[in-house]
C-alpha cells in the first residue's frame, strides 16, 4: 500500500495559524514519482491486457520512490510566492476534485492549503471491513478519516487545516439525511464559517481559490456550503476594505481568483469509453449518472507525477475509494483489476462506496467562478465560450503575474 512508504511525522495544527507540512527523516519529504512498472508505459495504473497477462497485485502497485530525476517540464516556471487555497467540504474531496492540480503547484513550488470544512462522518465505507465505523452504528467514520486526510496530503505533498479547527462543523449528509439537522451540521454553519476562512484568507493572502460551482459539484448539501462561504469570504474581504479604506486590502481582495472545479462531461464520456470492462462487482454508469458540466473554461494537463500523486492521495482514503490497480487495504481485500483500452486520456480507473466505475482522468478541468480573467501567458485574454472545448493552461497561468 503507498501509504506505507509514506513513513511521515505530521505536527497537527488547527486555523492554519502554523502550517504543518509532511516530514520525512527531520527534513521535507523527498518528492515522489513512479517507476514505470509495466510495459504499457503508464504509470500509477495497470491494465489487464488480457486473461494471460494478469499483473499480480505486486507487480501492479505504482511504486513511489525518491525521485532522483527532479527534471520535468513543470520545473521550469517557479511557482515559489504563490499561494492557493482549496475550500473542501470533506477528506477525500482535495484527492478526487482536485488532487492533479494541488500537486502540480506544490511541485512547482507555489504555497498550497487544503481547508477541509467537515470530517466527512456521515460518508459510507466502502466494502466490509469497516463497516461498524459509520455514523448509524459507532459514528467513528470522522477520525478515521482525518488518519486518511493526512495521508492524502503528504501525498500531495501540500498542508492542510480544518475550517473552525478539528470538529467544529459536521458532516450534514446528502438533503433529507436525519444528519441535516444536528447542530453541528455544516450547512448551518452561518456566518461564523465565513468568519473563519476569512481569518485563514487574511493570514495567508491566497490568490487562488478552489472550490465548487453553485451546485456543489453534484448537489451536496456541504459542497454548496464550501462554495457559498468561499465567495462570501471574498466579499467579506472586499466589503471590510472599502468600510476601513484599507486600499491595500481592497486592491487584494479584488485579485484573488475563484476556480470551480468540474467535471466536464466530453471527457467523462470519452474516459468511459477507454474503460472496456469493469472490476468483477463493478458497473457502468447510466448515461447521466456521474454529474458533469457541458462547459469547462479551462484544462489542467497532469503530467505522470501528477497522477502518480493524485491516485496516492486517492488511495489514502480507503474507506471512500477504490483504485483499479490491484492493490489491496484493510478496506479493500480483494484486488480490482478493469481494462482500458486507451490510456491517452486515462489514467487510472476508480470507484466510490458505490462501485460505479470511473475514469481518473488525465486532465482536470475548470470554470472561472470569479475574479480577474485568465490570459494565455499574462498577455492573451482568455475567452471561454459556451461549447467550446475548453483552454488547455499552463498552471502558471492561474496566477497573475
Ligand atoms: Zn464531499
Known sequence: MCHQLFAV??????????????????RHMPRARVREIHQCGRTGFVQQQSADHMPTTSQSSAILQPDSHPVDACSVRDLTGQSIIAVHAHPDDEAIWTGGLLAQLARRGADVTVVTCTLGEQGEVISDPLQGLVADHADQLGGYRHTELQQSLAALQVRGCYLGGIGTYRDS?????????????????GEQAVEDLVAIIDRLRPSLLVTYGPDGGYGHPDHIRAHEITHAAVAQLLASSAHTGDDSLHTYAQSIRILWAVTWQPALETGSRAIAAAPDGWRIPQPEE????ADADIAIALDEADCAAKIAAMKAHATQLWIADGTTAVTRPAPAYATVTDFSTVCGVFALSNLITQPLLRREYY????GPALSHSGSTPLSPASGQPPHLVDSADLFLR
Open 9 to 26: 511525522r505530521l505536527a497537527v495544527h488547527d486555523h492554519c495559524s502554523v502550517p504543518y507540512w509532511p516530514v520525512a527523516s527531520g
Open 290 to 293: 456521474i454529474a458533469c458540466v
Open 367 to 370: 470554470q472561472l467562478g470569479a
Open 173 to 189: 449528509g446528502m438533503v433529507g439525511d436525519a444528519a441535516n439537522s444536528h447542530p453541528r451540521a455544516f450547512i448551518h454553519s
